[in-house]
C-alpha cells in the first residue's frame, strides 16, 4: 500500500487494475463494473482498514450467516461527470445516515462517517473518466454490508464486511411506459418489521409479486399497507407520488416505507417550485376515484436509479384498468430535469445538495 485518499488506503494493484480496464460501450444499468472497490472488514468490535482494492470475487464459506439469515444492508447514489463537467456527488451524507438507520435495525455495527464518505469519494475519483458523460447516465455507487461469521446458530453475527462498488451505468428509465398493477394480497412490508431499512430481504420479498404482475401484462406493482390494504406505501422499490393540479400527494413516511433521498429532494424542490407537497395517507380507492374523476391528472415514481418515471396506468387486474390523464407526466417530467440539473452540475443548486470532486 503505498497511496492513500483521506482515510483510504490505495492498493498497488488498484492502480494497474484501473490503468487495465476498458470501458464497454454498452453500458445499461448496473451491469458494467468498475475495475476497483473499497472493502473493510469489522472484527473484535472494531473497524479494520479502508482500502482500494481490484475488483475480486469473494470467497465464502457456506455457512456465511448472510446466506442463510440475509444480516444484509445496502444503499446507492449516483455521481455524475455530464460532458466532462464534475465529478459530482448527490447528497451522499444522507445516504450515510440512511446506512446506519438501516445497520441498526440489522443488528450491524456502525460505520464510520469517513469509512463511507472518504470511500464513495475514493472510488469516484479514481474511476472519473469511467463516469459516462451523457445527460442521465452516471456512476452508480453501491455502499453494502453484509454479515461474514461462519456458522449456522440464529445469532447476530459478530464479523461483518464493508464494500463498495461501482458501476458506470446508462439512464435507468422509461418516459411514460409503466403499467402498474395494485396488489391486493401479498405485502411488502409490515409494522414492526424491517421495511424502513434498505436490506436485501425487503427486496426478494416483492419477486413474486413482480413475476406475477408482468405475466399479466404489467410492468411494476404498487405496494400497500399490510394491517387494512387500503393506503398506498410503495411502487416496486420506489416512493410514490400523485399529482393534483398545483398539489402534489405522497404517502407519509412510516416504519413501512424506504425514507428515499430522491423523495426528500422532489419534496423540497416541488415546494421550490410552487407545488404544495402534501405528506398523508393515501387511500388506494380514493386516488382511482380521483383519476377517474380528473382530479388526479398524474402518478409517478422515483428513487436514485429511476430519478423520476410516469405512471401510465393503474390496474386491479388485466382487464379493470384506469389510464392516468397525463400518462407522459408533464409535472413528473419538469421535476426529473431540475432535479438532473442540479445532480448533474447545469443549474443553481439552491439547496447545497451538490459535492464538487473536481480537482
Ligand atoms: C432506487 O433506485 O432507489 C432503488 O432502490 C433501486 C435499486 C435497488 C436498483
Known amino acids: 500500500m503505498s497511496q492513500t485518499y483521506k482515510s483510504i488506503r490505495i492498493s498497488d494493484d488498484a492502480s494497474q487494475a484501473i490503468k487495465d480496464f476498458t470501458l464497454p460501450e454498452d453500458l445499461a444499468f448496473g451491469k458494467v463494473m468498475a475495475p476497483v472497490m473499497i472493502e473493510a472488514d469489522y472484527a473484535n468490535g472494531k473497524w479494520g482498514d479502508f482500502n482500494l482494492v481490484p475488483y475480486r470475487k469473494l470467497t465464502l464459506d457456506p455457512t456465511c450467516k448472510t446466506l442463510h439469515y440475509a444480516q444484509e444492508i445496502f444503499e446507492g447514489l449516483k455521481a455524475y461527470h455530464t460532458n466532462g463537467d464534475g465529478p459530482f456527488l448527490f447528497r451522499p451524507e444522507e445516504n450515510f445516515h440512511r446506512f446506519n438507520l438501516s445497520a441498526q435495525r440489522m443488528a450491524m455495527p456502525d460505520l464510520p462517517r469517513d469509512g463511507f464518505m472518504d470511500g464513495v469519494e475514493a472510488i469516484t475519483k479514481y474511476c472519473s473518466h469511467l463516469i459516462p458523460q451523457s445527460s442521465g447516465d452516471s456512476f452508480y455507487i453501491r455502499p453494502f454490508m453484509f454479515a461474514t461469521d461462519n456458522n449456522l446458530g440464529i445469532k447476530p453475527s459478530e464479523t461483518f464486511k ?100 430522491t423523495r426528500k429532494s422532489i419534496i423540497k424542490l416541488a415546494n421550490h417550485l410552487g407545488y404544495e407537497v402534501e405528506e398523508q395517507e393515501m387511500s388506494i380507492d380514493q386516488l382511482i376515484a380521483d383519476i377517474k374523476e380528473g382530479k388526479c391528472t398524474e402518478c409517478f415514481a422515483c428513487g436514485t ?43 443553481e443548486d439552491p439547496f447545497g445538495w451538490r459535492i464538487s470532486l473536481k480537482d
Open 162 to 261: 464493508f464494500m463498495i462498488l461501482a458501476s458506470p451505468s446508462q439512464a435507468y428509465f422509461s418516459s411514460g411506459s409503466v403499467k402498474v398493477l395494485v396488489e391486493r394480497n401479498a405485502v411488502r412490508a409490515c409494522p414492526g418489521g424491517v421495511g424502513h431499512a434498505k436490506t436485501g430481504g425487503n427486496y426478494a420479498a416483492s419477486l413474486l409479486s413482480m413475476i406475477e404482475a408482468k405475466k399479466a401484462g404489467f410492468d411494476q406493482v404498487l405496494w400497500l399497507d399490510a394491517v387494512t390494504k387500503t393506503n398506498i406505501e410503495e411502487m416496486s422499490g420506489m416512493n410514490f407520488f400523485a399529482v393534483y393540479g398545483d398539489k402534489i400527494r405522497t404517502p407519509n413516511l412510516s416504519e413501512t416505507i424506504l425514507n428515499g433521498i
Open 305 to 347: 436509479a429511476v430519478i423520476i418515471t410516469p405512471i401510465r396506468s393503474l390496474g386491479n387486474s388485466a382487464n379493470d384498468i384506469i389510464e392516468l390523464a397525463h400518462a407522459e407526466g408533464p409535472v413528473s417530467m419538469k421535476l426529473r430535469q431540475e432535479l438532473l440539473n442540479i445532480q448533474e452540475g447545469t443549474g
